[in-house]
């Protein structure tokens, strides 16, 4: 996203959507990036009459989103979301297109490869937390995080959670009853957007986190409640065992553990920043 944001110095517009949870890119600006094109319009009509699919699918990949314009003044142009925008990459034969075409191929052969052996998923999420500049102890929780949630989206599916939306609500409730904060409402205290909440979660974060979620999900198998009604109350039961224990830390040591920190590059530059003057 950042590549597609920035290309070679060149600003792409892009605007976050909070409804959506998705940035979306002018795609005016990528196809004249992308092919030095004068003529944009004329150059996408040329595209659709290649690609019958795209032109089919078009009205769906692209939307109407208010971005501002070379004058200052503010309008609706054509826009697409970061898997749409590469759909429209593929159609481009150009030279400078050649990047992210060849990135699709090795994501997908990636994909495959984890279908086979899904111990190679495992092993690239640590190397690109590894490349990110996480600590090893940390990277260590958060995969044992992803473990905890995988189980218990599980048994969510096991007991008739099905729709997007619920597990998203479930997962709200866990929360809330955790940090007393559902996940938007933190992520704007950590200052995130797109961001992964729990990428920028603290040792302690991850922790009761995990606790809130593997409370939960033991609660489920014991009580077996069906359908997301049920899930719901075992959601609360789970997270508030959880929030018993967050609170009860908290009394003992004076410190929240919800907090403003997070691993965004500004915050790790700062932190560096601050640790040199120290060791001066």
């Known amino acids: 996203m950042g ?47 290649r690609d019958e699919m795209l032109k089919s699918n078009w009205g769906t990949i692209c939307t109407l989103v208010e971005m501002e314009a070379a004058d200052g003044k503010r309008r609706k142009i054509q826009a697409s979301d970061t898997k749409g925008l590469l759909r429209i990459i593929q159609s481009i034969p150009s030279p400078k297109a050649e990047p992210f075409k060849l990135w699709l191929a090795q994501v997908g052969s990636d994909r495959l490869d984890e279908i086979e052996n899904p111990e190679l998923a495992t092993q690239r999420t640590r190397e690109l937390y590894k490349l990110k500049g996480y600590p090893d102890d940390w990277i260590e929780k958060r995969m044992r995080s992803i473990a905890i949630r995988e189980e218990l989206t599980e048994e969510w599916k096991n007991r008739g959670v099905k729709e997007q939306i619920e597990y998203s609500i479930l997962t709200a409730e866990i929360s809330k009853a955790t940090f007393g904060l559902t996940p938007s409402e933190y992520k704007k205290v950590k200052g995130l957007k797109s961001q992964n909440l729990r990428d920028h979660m603290t040792d302690l974060e991850l922790i009761f986190s995990m606790l809130g979620e593997a409370s939960t999900t033991e609660i489920v198998k014991t009580q077996n409640p069906k359908g997301f009604i049920q899930n719901q109350k075992a959601a609360k039961q789970g997270g508030a065992v959880a929030g018993n224990a967050r609170r009860e830390l908290e009394s003992r040591t004076g410190k929240k553990v919800v907090s403003t920190d997070n691993y965004l590059p500004e915050a790790k530059k700062n932190k560096e920043l601050k640790k040199g003057k120290e060791e001066k």
């Open 3 to 49: 590549s597609i944001k920035l290309f070679e110095s060149k600003r792409i517009r892009s605007v976050w959507n909070d409804k959506d949870q998705k940035w979306y890119f002018s795609v005016q600006d990528v196809i004249e990036v992308l092919t030095d094109s004068t003529d944009v319009k004329q150059y996408i009509k040329r595209i659709l009459s």
